[in-house]
């Protein structure tokens, strides 16, 4: 049985080891980065790469010149990014200087708050320099385009995703120590912070932020690529839904006029914040969540508290006790909000708060556990999510929310970083059993469904414990994606810390 348990580890482990390479894009692949199945591409084209205009368009071709053939030079167009993204006539990928691992499948470019997550696992197999690559080139997104982005295209410049910036550095330095690097990341990370708290993600009145795309009208690679088997986009999907259900979960008439069975303006800018909190989508927020423009969210404030408090912390690397301070202080006064807006006592959960309306939704949803991970919730408002774990249980981990939509980001289906999230945080106030108990039922489900089919997926069916999806997901896309850069990450993390003994011998 120890041979077994042994060969089949070791297997998951060299896949994973070799699909860091499948999934690294650098220089020697921007033809295989450029190209994008999400947008149409007119055949015998070339593929668009756009460089940030404080870089020489000259020096870079030069550069790229040196590590591509002609023949795939030719097939790649060089351009200087326009200082306005309205200017953007065709869509290309955004330039980044060095190595970066790619989540797989269709987003074959980089993401926003999957980087964290595969970031792990390239600490935890050791892949150095791809990890510091990986940290410098969301660094290098906030210095030349202004913040991180949902991903390095041209379309996705107007939105951003979860802010992991600062736990990225920090999970670094523990392994650099170099104070240089550190100190040389303070300017980005505060730009970077201050794009998440001032308007128009600022809620004034709470003093908490919220998800705001800066863009206008229909997300063009929704409009390409989430077509149904009958050619219908995603969009026109919606739409059938406004005109045969009633919705009171919200004010309709702000996202769809009825008479002329059109999406209003403010449905595509909430669809698109929808997309930059990365959960697309579930009806968290109201059907297709387009309602979230009004929401102070439970991950994203937890996330800002958790940047506040690491940069207190590296600036008391760094022997800035007067900025720590100042840094500490602000997660305090977040921490109190958050509890104050987004703690509801008599579910004894964090719920999202309604910033126009002053209730809290009650939808039941696995941000729940960001406050215990980032460690701002009291041992008694920790004991109360833990009171409510059954509301998640699931044979594969945790579900997503408690709720059956047709969307991926809710029952039946779990993901990785949902649930090193819920494990982690209910490690942090020593609900050891519970954390591992979802830990183990996760890993045994994605090492059944390795064993099955070979490789890892985006997410899983938590219910069924299987990687088989698609048939479920009624709206969005309905692929799951092979690779897979965080579900790799969170599986190398949840072995090191010493769960999934035992749950090889089930199998």
């Known amino acids: 049985m120890t041979i077994q348990l042994t060969t089949q580890t070791q297997a998951i482990r060299t896949y994973i080891k070799q699909t860091w390479k499948t999934l690294t894009r650098s220089h020697q692949h921007l033809l295989e980065s450029a190209q994008d199945t999400k947008l149409e591409h007119p055949p015998n084209t070339p593929w668009l790469v756009y460089i940030s205009p404080q870089e020489d368009c000259n020096t870079v071709k030069s550069v790229l010149e040196r590590s591509l053939s002609a023949t795939e030079m030719q097939q790649i167009e060089i351009r200087t990014l326009p200082n306005e993204v309205a200017d953007i006539q065709e869509h290309g990928l955004l330039y980044l200087p060095g190595a970066y691992v790619v989540p797989g499948g269709r987003f074959n470019e980089m993401y926003g708050w999957d980087s964290y997550f595969i970031l792990l696992g390239l600490l935890r197999d050791e892949e150095w320099e791809l990890a510091q690559s990986q940290v410098d080139q969301l660094l290098y997104q906030v210095q030349h385009y202004g913040t991180i982005l949902n991903a390095n295209r041209t379309y996705m410049l107007t939105r951003s995703q979860p802010?992991?910036?600062?736990?990225?550095?920090?999970?670094?330095?523990?392994?650099?120590?170099?104070q240089a690097w550190l100190k040389s990341t303070l300017p980005l990370l505060e730009q970077f912070y201050y794009y998440w708290v001032v308007p128009p993600h600022l809620n004034p009145a709470t003093g908490l932020s919220r998800y705001f795309a800066l863009g206008e009208g229909p997300a063009p690679e929704v409009l390409f690529s989430e077509l149904d088997e009958a050619g219908r986009s995603h969009y026109e999907r919606v739409k059938e839904y406004y005109q045969k259900f009633e919705i009171d979960d919200y004010d309709v008439s702000l996202y769809y006029d009825r008479e002329k069975d059109e999406l209003t303006d403010l449905f595509?800018?909430?669809?698109?914040?929808?997309?930059?909190s990365g959960f697309d989508i579930s009806n968290r927020f109201g059907p297709f969540s387009v309602d979230i423009i009004h929401y102070a969210p439970v991950c994203l404030n937890c996330l800002l508290y958790q940047m506040e408090q690491d940069l207190a912390?590296?600036?008391?690397?760094?022997?800035?006790?007067?900025?720590?301070q100042q840094w500490s202080d602000r997660a305090s006064l977040r921490?109190?909000?958050?509890?104050?807006?987004l703690w509801d006592e008599e579910t004894g959960l964090y719920l999202d708060y309604n910033f126009h309306s002053g209730d809290r939704r009650h939808y039941e949803f696995a941000t729940t556990?960001?406050?215990?991970?980032?460690?701002?919730?009291?041992?008694?408002q920790a004991a109360r999510i833990a009171q409510n774990l059954p509301i998640f249980a699931a044979p594969g981990g945790i579900f997503t929310s408690s709720r059956v939509?047709?969307?991926?980001w809710d029952a039946p289906f779990g993901w990785s970083p949902l649930t090193l999230i819920a494990v982690l945080g209910l490690r942090r106030y020593g609900y050891h059993t519970e954390a591992k108990?979802?830990?183990?039922?996760?890993?045994a489900m994605a090492m059944q469904e390795f064993t099955r089919f070979g490789f890892f997926v985006e997410k899983y069916d938590v219910e069924r414990c299987s990687a088989q999806v698609s048939d479920e997901i009624c709206f969005g896309y309905s692929s799951n994606e092979i690779g897979f850069g965080w579900t790799n990450g969170v599986i190398l993390e949840l072995l090191a810390l010493g769960y999934g003994e035992g749950v090889m011998a089930s199998l």
């Open 163 to 178: 802010p992991v910036l600062s736990l990225m550095v920090l999970a670094l330095f523990q392994h650099t120590q170099d």
């Open 268 to 276: 595509y800018k909430g669809d698109r914040s929808m997309r930059e």
């Open 313 to 324: 912390q590296i600036h008391d690397i760094l022997g800035n006790p007067e900025l720590r």
């Open 335 to 341: 921490c109190e909000r958050i509890n104050q807006y």
């Open 369 to 380: 556990f960001y406050p215990l991970w980032t460690g701002l919730a009291s041992p008694t």
């Open 405 to 408: 939509t047709g969307n991926q």
């Open 437 to 443: 108990e979802i830990a183990d039922k996760f890993l």
